[in-house]
């Protein structure tokens, strides 16, 4: 065919591609204006209670009240470190335990039905408990960020280090590689893309278990102003802490795709 | 003076429900510089006897020696080459055929010049910083047998290395790997279950009958295919001779199954 039709052609693709990409986040744009608006319009209407919808208007206003005073900073980056901290703590922690269970067949065999009901059991219900433990304050949050996502890591990137190709281990052993050779030149890298993926569970449920936390021990965070919206009947403290959370968390998973897509590059056989 | 000796290796499998044996009263010795073939159909046990030599895996009964000392780990001496080749997708091809080097100690730059020499011996210098996944079947399972020569072993185990390849690439594969081997003067045992492969790049095919795994025949090659390179033992009349003459004895070791 000639060459000329085919560059046509491929630049014809190419456009159609672009064409879509801009439909889709033309549709987002219009989806997003028209439920701010609608909100807006339904809170001052009255077709909604004003009272415990708020608004987008009065959300901002309060937004805007609250960083010119300088009193949300300091909630806002209260959660953010007690969030990153039990998801990055989660999962290394999370895959220590896995290696634990890699390098001691036996360990694994006796510590499997404690795994599966640690695992099967809720989390958050164990709050109140840790709060006693070690004391209403940072500590206690950050251990129920790692206590709901450490197990379920556990069992996930177990089952990885379990289902490595043994050629690889055959591998290293035939050049005379010892057990943490094996671990450290196989078994870790080969499961690098399932240890961050489940990094990328563990934003999530870091999340519920801080703000969970938040609720319990009620002095900062903004789960905390949540719990002190809902107690004052302020809705619009309320939602505007919903939305600060829907937006840090999803800043977070981008910023763990990214850190996915740098380090794995090359894992795709 | 034999380079390795194996004296009446014996393997089972244990399981819950049953014991296979793999492996009974394997006993043979391999010079230095030979290159010997073991020819069996799948499941005999080539995998598990290579597995053995290799130091791998410990024989249930019977032992094995290189240069007169039994071996009961994986002998700096001997390099492994698996049926695929298993390089490390992570790292690149470079890493890949140092890994042995960095693993036996021997993480030299003079090792390293020399890994790097063989990988432009084999016509893959331009792969160096390049990952795994970029190069074709038939490129890896070069990188691998670089990887595999990279720290100087001078016995060097290949089961079924061509097996996952298309004829051709296997053919020219065939022709690199013997001419290599003869330069730097390795000794070496191929596992396969392709009877040219075998009479194209051996001294010595070794035949194994299955359930369980034992030695059938023994036949030596003549010196006048020997010489030759495996594309071109190919051609030779005397290859169809040999050839016929191993097919007839399978034919004998499936009768013998039979009954
Ligand atoms: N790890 C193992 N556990 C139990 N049985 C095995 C194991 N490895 C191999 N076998 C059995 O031993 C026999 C020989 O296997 P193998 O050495 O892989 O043969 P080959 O390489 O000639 O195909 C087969 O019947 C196989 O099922
Ligand atoms: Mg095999």
């Known amino acids: 065919m000639n060459k000329t039709i085919m560059n046509e052609k491929h630049v014809e693709f190419l456009q159609s591609i672009k064409k879509e990409k801009r439909n889709i986040r033309f549709v987002q744009l219009i989806m997003f204006i028209s439920f701010f608006s609608l909100w807006e319009v339904s ?35 209260y959660t953010l470190g007690e969030t990153v901290l039990g998801f990055i703590l989660g999962t290394l922690l999370g895959t220590l335990l896995a290696a634990l269970l890699w390098w001691s067949p036996f360990l694994s065999k006796v510590l499997d039905p404690y795994l599966v009901v640690l695992n099967a059991m809720p989390k958050v219900a164990l709050g109140p408990i840790l709060i006693v433990a070690i004391g209403p304050n940072f500590g206690s949050i950050i251990a129920m960020g790692i206590l709901i996502s450490i197990i379920i890591t556990t069992l996930v990137v177990y089952t990885a280090f379990q289902n490595v190709d043994d050629n690889y281990i055959k591998v290293i052993r035939s050049f005379g590689g010892n057990k943490k050779q094996c671990f450290k030149e196989v078994i870790l890298p080969a499961c690098f893309p399932t240890i961050i993926s489940s990094l990328k569970v563990n934003v999530g449920l870091s999340w519920v278990g801080v703000i969970v936390g938040e609720f319990l021990v009620s002095k900062q965070g903004l789960g905390y102003m949540i719990i002190y919206g809902f107690q004052v009947f302020n809705f619009t403290l ?17 910023g763990v795709e990214l850190l996915e897509r740098k380090l794995i590059k090359h894992h795709i056989q | 003076m034999a380079l390795l000796q194996l004296k009446s290796i014996g393997q089972t499998y244990f399981s819950k429900t049953s014991a296979t044996t793999a492996l009974e009263d394997i006993t043979l010795s391999v010079n230095e510089g030979e290159f010997i073939s073991i020819l069996g159909p799948s499941g005999c046990g080539k995998s598990t006897l290579l597995s053995i030599i290799a130091g791998l895996l410990l024989p249930t009964t ?47 730059n003079e090792h390293i010049q020399a890994a790097l020499r063989l990988l432009k011996e084999i016509g893959l210098d331009h792969t160096r910083s390049k990952y795994p996944s970029e190069l074709s079947g038939g490129m890896r399972q070069r990188v691998a047998l670089v990887r595999t020569l990279a720290t100087q072993p001078k016995m060097l185990l290949l089961d079924e290395p061509f097996s996952a390849l298309d004829y051709q690439t296997k053919l020219k594969l065939e022709d690199l790997v013997s001419s290599t081997l003869k ?17 194209a790049m051996s001294d010595t095919v070794i035949l194994l009958s299955s359930n369980p795994g034992r030695i059938f025949r023994t036949f030596k090659i003549p010196e006048t295919l020997k010489k030759l390179l495996p594309f071109e033992a190919r051609q030779h009349p005397h290859f169809s001779s040999t050839f016929q003459q191993i097919w007839e004895e399978l034919e004998h070791i499936e009768q013998n199954d039979n009954e």
């Open chain 2, 183 to 199: 330069e730097h003067g390795k000794t070496a045992i191929l596992v396969t279950h392709d009877i040219g492969e075998a009479i």
């Open chain 1, 43 to 77: 809170s001052l209407r009255g077709w909604i209670n004003p009272l415990l919808f708020s608004s987008p208007t009065k959300i901002w206003a309060l937004f805007l009240e609250k960083i010119g005073d300088g009193s949300l900073y300091i909630h806002v980056i």
């Open chain 1, 238 to 254: 309320v939602l505007m802490s919903l939305l600060i959370i829907a937006l840090m968390a999803t800043v977070m998973y981008q």
């Open chain 2, 62 to 108: 019977g032992s094995v020696m290189v240069n007169n000392q039994p071996v009961t780990q994986p002998h700096p001496k001997i390099g492994y080459m698996l049926q695929q080749d298993y390089l490390f997708p992570w790292k690149t091809i470079e890493d890949n055929i140092t890994l042995g080097l960095k693993l036996r100690d021997q993480n030299t």
